[in-house]
Structures are given as C-alpha cells and as structure tokens.
C-alpha cells in the first residue's frame, strides 16, 4: 500500500485554556500540522466546550489550519459563524445532519475543507453517497463527548474498511481518528489507515506538550513506513 502523510492534529480541548496561544505554538513546535477543535453544545453530546470567539482568538495566535469538529445539533445555523472566526476545516456528524448532502457543500460553498464524522455505532456503509464530496471522514474511536477515553479497539477494523474503500474508489479523502490516540495506539492507528491523528490527553495531560506531540508524530512516521 503507497505510504501517506502522517499529521498530527492536538486536541485543545484537553489543553490549559489559561494558556491555550502558548500551549498551541508549543506543539506547532512539535510538528503538529494543525489545532482541532471540539465544539460540543450539551445536547448532541453530554457537555459543553467553545464557540466562534474562542476560534478567533485561537486564529490571531496561529497560522496552521484550525479543524473545527463540530459536535452540535443543526450545524448549518452555527457553519458560517465558525468560517467567519477563522476555520479552515469544519466537519459534522452524520448522525447530526438530516440533509447531509447539503450541509457539506455549504461548508465547502464557504472556501473550507469539509469532513464527516461517524460515531464508533455508526457503520461506515451511511457515508456511501458523499465520499465524493468529502475532503476528510473523521472516525471517532470513542464516544463524542469527553477528551481522556480509552480507545475503541474495534475502530481499527472500522479504518482498516474505510480505507479499502478509498482504495478501490480512488477518491482523495483523508482518514482521521480521534479519541484514545496515544503512544500505546498510534501505530495500529496508522497502519489501519489513518493519515491524521487528533490526540489530547496523549499530547496534552502530562509532559510537555511539544516532546509529546514530537514522539507521537515519530511513532505514527515509523507506522507509516511498515504500513501494510
């Protein structure tokens, strides 16, 4: 299988908010290629997290792309509001959206990557009619809500399926994983399938954040390498 670029996307969710520009240029440092964001409303997922001011402040502090995920009920009222503050990439969930189809054209109507995300009970088979739209399929390998979850193990089989999937239909999206990405997983992550690895609590919890991020993009490299 041809080898892909491994990016590394820290999670600010589990970042020190009191210091969230330095926290965010500490593993830009480390070579993470860009933030995610967790946008949660407290209805589509039990808590709540950030809204546009947050992304916005976030954006005059960094020049790497912010992936805005968001984990909220009607996205398309909350879309552009999120393109205004600064998103480059904004994803939602399938099992959010009633017209999925139009929800991310709106996204990509705004000049930004689109993503989908599907939940770990969610098959990979509802994504069918908008691989060709998508620019990423966001696979959660726990359930949405709260950063610091153990890892799904039976999300590799769900990465292993998309990514054949990809292969055999020769479109150009990016595979993403988020939740319980850390050193003790990043390798079976990517050699899954998996090109972007959104990781927090592994980058963020404890340590420092840039000598984190830095061992974790090494391991998902050396993954990368003996991918079969």
């Known amino acids: 299988m041809?080898?892909?670029?491994?990016?590394?996307?820290p999670s600010i969710l589990s970042a020190d908010f009191s210091r969230l520009a330095a926290h965010a240029k500490q593993v830009?440092?480390?070579?993470?290629?860009?933030?995610?964001?967790?946008?949660?409303?407290?209805?589509?997922?039990?808590?709540?997290?950030?809204?546009?001011?947050?992304?916005?402040?976030?954006?005059?502090?960094v020049d790497v792309p912010l992936d805005c995920h968001l984990m909220i009920e009607d996205p398309d009222k909350f879309i552009p509001a999120f393109a205004d503050a600064g998103a480059d990439w904004i994803s939602v969930h399938q099992e959010a959206c009633v017209h999925l189809n139009r929800t991310l054209h709106l996204i990509k109507s705004l000049g930004l990557k689109a993503g989908v995300v599907i939940n770990p009970a969610?098959?990979?088979?509802t994504l069918t009619?908008?691989?060709?739209?998508?620019?990423?399929?966001?696979?959660?390998?726990?359930?949405?809500?709260?950063g610091g979850q153990?890892?799904?193990?039976?999300?590799?089989?769900?990465?292993?399926?998309?990514?054949?999937i990809k292969?055999?239909?020769?479109t150009q999206f990016m595979i993403e994983v988020d939740g319980g990405?850390?050193?003790?997983t990043v390798a079976d992550v990517v050699r899954a399938g998996a090109e972007v690895l959104v990781c927090g609590n592994a980058?963020?919890?404890?340590?420092?954040?840039?000598?984190?991020?830095?061992?974790?993009?090494?391991?998902?490299?050396?993954?990368?390498?003996?991918?079969v």
């Open 203 to 227: 980058i963020f919890g404890s340590g420092d954040a840039k000598l984190n991020t830095e061992r974790l993009l090494k391991a998902g490299r050396e993954a990368n390498l003996v991918r």
């Open 2 to 9: 041809a080898s892909q670029e491994i990016q590394i996307a």
């Open 167 to 170: 292969a055999t239909i020769r």
């Open 122 to 125: 969610t098959p990979i088979g």
């Open 181 to 184: 990405v850390a050193m003790e």
């Open 28 to 61: 830009i440092e480390g070579g993470a290629a860009l933030l995610h964001v967790d946008v949660m409303d407290g209805h589509f997922v039990p808590n709540i997290t950030i809204g546009p001011p947050v992304v916005a402040s976030l954006r005059k502090a």
């Open 129 to 146: 009619e908008v691989l060709d739209i998508v620019d990423y399929v966001l696979v959660m390998s726990v359930n949405p809500g709260f």
């Open 150 to 164: 153990k890892f799904i193990p039976a999300s590799l089989e769900k990465i292993k399926k998309l990514s054949a």
